[in-house]
């Protein structure tokens, strides 16, 4: 059977719970987030190379005792009691579930699109975000925009970026939505700590925490509310992204720490497993469902 985005439900029958954002699973009572300045956050590396781990949480404390010599934390992170902050991504796709599938699939030149905010307040900029694979290549572009202007995006209608830099990859946004009639599919939340160098062959090393899902169809992009459900993956995600060639110091650490590369999407595992708590009928392959 195949599944469709009509299938999903926001289903609060005894399966859904509310699952309030918390800032470590060991620091219940840390101090409150920071609010991270947007162009501290617009850091990314727009080029990159990107492999991905799951791992324990004891071999994340090992592997950030042995990265330390080489890298920093970012610098929201430096500005944050516990060195991590939230993040929450709302990932658009077709009604078929077109970009999920070929993720599944492997595909190698695929895409995603999501919206993406650090922030509950208002006044604070979302992001739109294209990720683009060709082949090995992680191409990731993103523009600025105003939270009144989530709405009138997805409804089609024209809106202008905060930054005049940003047009083009607004209106790229908007094509490639357009293209596959693409609307809200789910909302994704975890808590990041992030590391990062300074060198011209650049390197950012996050590990990523708490991870959470909300099958929604609606523009909501807060971080906290009703019906997130906290994923079954054990473990942390480690995500090594580089720019250029690939550290020695990066295979060391791979080496010597075992581990093992694997294929990590949050957007298609997240719905894989709401599928399995029956919060979906099928949208995927059945093959993809296990």
Known sequence: MVMTKNSLKNSNENKTENTPLK?????????????????????????????????????????????????????YCK????????IVSLYLDSANLKLCRES??????????RIRSYSDDHDYPRFLEIKRRINT?????RAKIRHVDIDRLLSGRNINPQNKTDE???????????????????????????????SENRVRITFDTDLCYNIQNSNDLSLNGRNWQRHSLKGVILEIKFTGRYPAWINRMVECFDLRRRSMSKYAT????????????PVIPMQYLT
């Open 23 to 75: 800032n470590s699973t060991k620091r219940k009572n840390a101090p409150r987030q920071q609010k991270i300045n947007p162009s501290m956050v617009d850091n990314t590396l727009k080029c990159r190379h990107e492999m991905k781990y799951v791992i324990t949480e004891s071999k994340t404390a090992a592997i950030t005792k042995f990265i330390q010599p080489y890298v920093h934390y970012d610098r």
């Open 79 to 86: 500005l944050q009691p516990n060195h991590i902050y939230p």
């Open 168 to 198: 083009d990859i607004l209106r790229q946004f908007q094509l490639y939505m357009h293209s596959i009639n693409a609307g809200p599919v789910v909302r994704i939340r975890y808590m990041r700590q992030a590391y990062e160098n300074d």
């Open 137 to 141: 290549i992680i191409l990731k572009s």
């Open 104 to 113: 599944l699939e492997g595909h190698k030149n695929r895409f995603k699109l």
């Open 270 to 281: 997240s719905l894989q497993n709401a599928h399995a708590l029956g919060f979906t009928a």
